[in-house]
């Protein structure tokens, strides 16, 4: 009867609302003294002396954890833990583990018991491996191995119900084909590691919305990515990839694309399919020319193609009618087409360090235009057609080669800052400009 009796003391599962109600307890002794009644244990040490051994810093978790029979939330964070008890497989009802910030250096295999797990936290540790268990966890939602020492991470099974996954700074070299054993994974993150390569089943993960690879040593994608439907974010920065599989093109629901620092030499004409693409980053690569189907991107917003080798633009990024920021500083372009009139959303223009001689006259109905840089290039004049520009804010034309600005520069009298140092220009015209803009901080050699 009194196993029977000890039994009976296990109480169902809360929701997070009514676990969240239950009272906190803060020391494993006052736990042991009811230990049916303990629903949530902090016992982490946080906020005192972080980094520093305390009275209170654990560096053992005792086998005794094991009687807490009813316990659903266990936050072991910051301390100096080293492993965790077997016994810790005797929490069927736990829910939430967070043991990040200690040294780890190992997991019990009796982790695998905890099958009500939903959210495992293990950042901050010196775990070199997971034990194979960890496929175990079928109820798992979240799974933290953040800044780690990861050499790999194993084949999991039953992480049917895994929604996010974040492995990055350690030292994984590869990946198992996780695919078809994670079907509900949303977040991906595997940055900061030591991956070569993908395996062409990261493109079967058919909920995926967020894949973040950056800082990586990774020089060729799968094409079998352009299969992910859910898609939004992907980060591949700070890779060695030379090239972008052309079926990228197909990932319809992206919004966000970086592929900065790079070794991109050109981009496939399949880019266009990117529809919902807002925001797209190609800085620090090698591009010398944009396909003319660049201009199809008609959702983006922001493109950033900074310290490339573009020596000119195609007459089709006129047709990105939502975009609102343009930035091209450190190409080769000598000028614009006359098609940037276009862009009728634009309010930033950044054309800083290029070879641009001059603007075209369009340039003057870009309504919307607030902020335009073009200082460290090698304009003689500007056309008069740029004191159209009644809203611009900023006007960046440091280091060029002017002598006189346009006649009309009373226009601009919702100008706040005019940049021109490093010009040509005479005593004469500098005392014309000021008077012209009274309203304007005006800043000369």
Not at 188 to 211: A, F, H, I, M, T
Not at 365 to 378: Q, T
């Amino acid at each position: 009867m009194a196993s029977l009796g000890k039994d009976a003391q296990a109480q169902a599962l809360l929701d997070s609302a009514a676990l969240a109600r239950q009272p906190v307890f803060t020391t494993l002794e006052e736990a042991l003294a009811d230990p049916s009644k303990v629903y949530r244990l902090e016992l982490n040490n946080f906020g005192i002396n972080f980094w520093e051994e305390t009275p209170d810093t654990l560096k053992n978790l005792p086998a005794s954890i094991g009687k807490l029979v009813n316990l659903q939330e266990l936050d072991l964070s910051d301390n100096f833990l080293e492993t965790l008890p077997p016994e810790i497989g005797k929490l069927k009802h736990l829910q939430v583990l967070k043991v990040a910030h200690n040294q780890l250096k190992s997991l019990p295999a009796e982790i695998g018991k905890l099958i009500q797990l939903r959210h495992l936290n293990l950042e901050g540790n010196s775990l070199r491996q997971l034990p194979s268990q960890i496929g175990e966890l079928k109820n798992l939602i979240s799974l933290n191995v953040n800044h780690n020492v990861l050499e790999d991470f194993p084949a999991v099974d039953h992480l049917v119900a895994l929604r996010e996954l974040y492995l990055h700074s350690n030292e994984i070299k590869s990946l198992p084909a996780l695919a078809s054993r994670l079907p509900q994974l949303q977040v991906l993150e595997l940055w900061d590691n030591q991956l070569r390569d993908l395996p062409e089943e990261v493109g079967q993960l058919p909920s995926l919305v967020k894949l973040d690879l950056n800082s990586n040593q990774i020089t060729r994608l799968p094409g079998s990515l352009g299969r992910l439907p859910k898609l939004r974010r992907l980060n591949i920065s700070l890779n060695f990839l030379t090239r972008l599989p052309a079926e990228l093109g197909q990932l319809v629901t992206l919004e966000e694309l970086d592929a900065s620092y790079n070794h991109l030499a050109s981009l496939a004409p399949e880019i266009g399919g990117l529809e919902a693409l807002a925001r797209l980053d190609l800085s620090h690569n090698l591009l010398r020319s944009l396909p003319a189907e660049f201009g199809r991107l008609g959702s983006l917003r922001s493109v950033d193609l900074n310290i490339n080798k573009l020596t000119a633009l195609p007459a089709e990024i006129g047709q990105l009618a939502s975009l609102r920021e343009l930035v091209l500083w450190q190409n080769e372009l000598v000028t614009l087409p006359a098609s940037v009139a276009q862009l009728q959303g634009l309010e930033t223009l950044d054309l800083n360090s290029n070879k641009i001689e001059q603007l075209p006259t369009t340039i003057g109905e870009l309504s919307n235009l607030r902020i335009l840089i073009l200082w460290n290039n090698k304009l003689t004049q500007l056309p008069s057609e740029v004191c159209n520009l009644q809203g611009l804010r900023a006007l960046d034309l440091k280091n060029n080669q002017i002598s006189k600005m346009p006649a009309a520069l009373a226009k601009m009298d919702k100008l706040l800052l005019l940049e021109l140092n490093g010009n040509k220009l005479e005593k004469a015209e500098k005392q014309r400009i000021t008077n012209a803009l009274e309203n304007t901080q005006v800043s000369f050699d």
